[in-house]
């Protein structure tokens, strides 16, 4: 190839270019000839001008200089050549027909030539030398593309290595994450048992008063005192285990058609003692036209429960709770407002007064803040939204909760079961090991006249029964030789295969409900059990066990 190219070269790693410098165009034909043969390609240029703007436009293997040019000499065009960071490393051979060569040669070296050759020039040598130049281009250029395939793959495995760290890292905090929240459970499971246990025999001692004739009516006021406040705190228990499940996203629903005011019915009702010894006034004003929806009736019920309780308990005596409800922008939302006279919340905490632990009343009253922000997990999960409202401290509160609603066929309400004893009593073995819980347990049985044993292990539950001829077992999850699961797979296995089961523990995780099901428990109670819950289950088991 013997014409200028200022274009890159392809990007064969074998391609070679040299640069040709002499101002006359004869010199460089002669120069071009005896190069013949080659195997790379030939730029030619004759002026400085033109050789710089080649040396722009491409990479060369070697630089054939002539030192005499009528613009810019030789040496004076090398000196550039090896200023700039881009050009400073191509090797350059100087020509010459002076014969000061000493001199020439001195300059040609000390502006970083490679070599001088004088003309005539003799091919072999010019051949020989261009070759070495070229063919330690190549291997440079081979040796710069293996360095730089070499880094990419380097770069490739750091980045895959890194990916694989980060995947093992957010494996292993996953993992972490999910063991704290497995140990948060079991830590809410445990500490759900042993807050509920103590109060067992407290709503079984109570209920013995109850049921004797000759209680006196201060006491019987005494005990509901005590009844009303066992209730209270099992209600702070399980607002535990379900911000738990909030947390964890295991709170689910079991929808059905419901009547929000027949829902609001019920929950005025629970909390209308309390009010009525506070001297707090309850106001209705139930004007929703569309009061149907979809929805878990025990989780509204929950809802309405805890604003309408919340008002009671932070409104002074005398004072006064509206609810309201209205269909709001059409049949198809039902908006309920819980409006009250009591301390107000400060506008600061009403943007956080739906978070866990946080109380929005600065004015000293007790609590965890857990209610509200149950409350609005439940209503965002029936697809609805919560807010709170209030004119200031002093001036009252007033919580609103917006539901879809739409028309439906609300489930008839069943008759309640009877919690009297059944004519023909039970013969009931019972599993327990806390000594007073067992003891108040076997007295109310007894009382209402059922048969009863008991036994505080498995061990010897399991030896009452190769003797007793039960109905129904009703055992504790917890033993300390082992569980109530495992005890009725035993007696399952000893022909007991008729026998009704009812676990009453103090775990009431979803889980533990889950197991007990598993393990062929007909009824799953959660301490502490009012004996008219109990009554009823040994009643929905009486078609099983006779």
């Not at 004739?213 to 005590?226: F, G, V």
């Not at 066929?409 to 069943?414: A, D, I, K, W």
Request: with cysteine.
């Amino acid at each position: 190839m013997t014409e200028s190219s200022m274009t890159p070269p392809p990007p064969n790693p074998d391609s070679a270019a040299v640069l040709l410098v002499d101002d006359d165009a004869r010199n460089l034909l002669a120069l071009e000839s005896l190069l013949e043969g080659h195997d790379y390609r030939i730029v030619k240029a004759q002026t400085s001008d033109q050789a710089l703007l080649a040396l722009m436009a491409e990479e060369f293997a070697a630089i054939v200089l002539d030192v005499q040019m009528p613009d810019v000499d030789g040496i004076e065009l090398a000196r550039l050549i090896k200023q700039r960071k881009r050009t400073q490393h191509i090797p350059i051979l100087f020509l010459t027909a002076h014969y000061r060569e000493d001199q020439h040669a001195m300059l040609a070296y000390g502006v970083g030539a490679v070599d001088y050759l004088t003309k005539p020039i003799n091919p072999a040598v010019l051949r020989s030398k261009i070759n070495v130049f070229v063919d330690l281009f190549r291997k440079t250029r081979a040796l710069a593309a293996l360095n730089d395939k070499l880094e990419a793959q380097n770069l490739s495995l750091q980045r895959e290595a890194e990916e694989r760290s980060r995947r093992i890292r957010a494996e292993e905090e996953r993992a972490e994450a999910e063991e704290a929240n497995a140990a948060k459970d079991r830590f809410l499971a445990v500490l759900s048992h042993e807050l509920r246990t103590p109060l067992t025999p407290i709503v079984y001692a109570v209920a013995l008063l109850e049921n004797d004739p000759d209680c006196p009516p201060h006491l019987r006021s005494a005990l509901d005192t005590i009844h009303r406040n066992v209730r209270m705190e099992v209600r702070l228990i399980d607002d535990l285990l379900d911000l738990a499940r909030v947390r964890n996203g295991k709170l689910h629903l079991e929808p059905q058609a419901v009547d929000v005011h027949a829902t609001l019915h019920e929950a005025i009702k629970v909390c209308l003692s309390e009010a009525e010894h506070r001297q707090i006034a309850l106001q209705e004003e139930l004007q929703a036209e569309t009061s149907q929806l979809q929805g878990d009736p025990a989780r509204l019920q929950q809802i309405f429960w805890n604003l309408i309780s919340n008002a009671v308990k932070f409104t002074p005596e005398h004072g006064s709770i509206v609810i309201r409800s209205f269909n709001e922008a059409g049949p198809d939302r039902i908006v309920v407002e819980i409006s009250d006279t009591g301390p107000g919340i400060a506008p600061e905490k009403l943007v956080q007064i739906f978070d866990a632990f946080d109380q929005g009343s600065s004015h000293g009253t007790v609590g965890m803040g857990l209610g509200l922000s149950i409350c609005k997990a439940l209503v965002e999960l029936h697809g609805g939204s919560i807010s709170a409202s209030s004119p200031g401290l002093g001036k009252g509160s007033c919580f609103r909760v917006e539901l879809p609603c739409q028309k439906t066929t609300p489930v008839s309400e069943q008759p309640k079961e009877s919690s009297k004893p059944q004519e023909a009593a039970f013969r009931i073995l019972v599993a327990e090991d806390h000594p007073d819980t067992a003891e108040c347990l076997r007295m109310l049985l007894t009382m209402n006249g059922h048969q009863v044993r008991v036994a505080n292990c498995v061990e010897q539950a399991l030896h009452i029964a190769q003797e007793y001829d039960f109905d129904v077992l009703i055992s504790d999850i917890g033993l300390p030789d082992g569980r109530g699961t495992e005890l009725l797979t035993e007696l399952r296995k000893s022909n007991r295969h008729g026998i009704g089961a009812i676990a009453m523990t103090g775990f009431g995780m979803d889980r533990d409900l889950e197991e007990s099901r598993q393990a062929g428990f007909s009824v799953h109670l959660t301490k502490p059990v009012e004996y008219s819950a109990l009554e009823q289950a040994l009643s929905r088991l009486s078609e099983a066990v006779k």
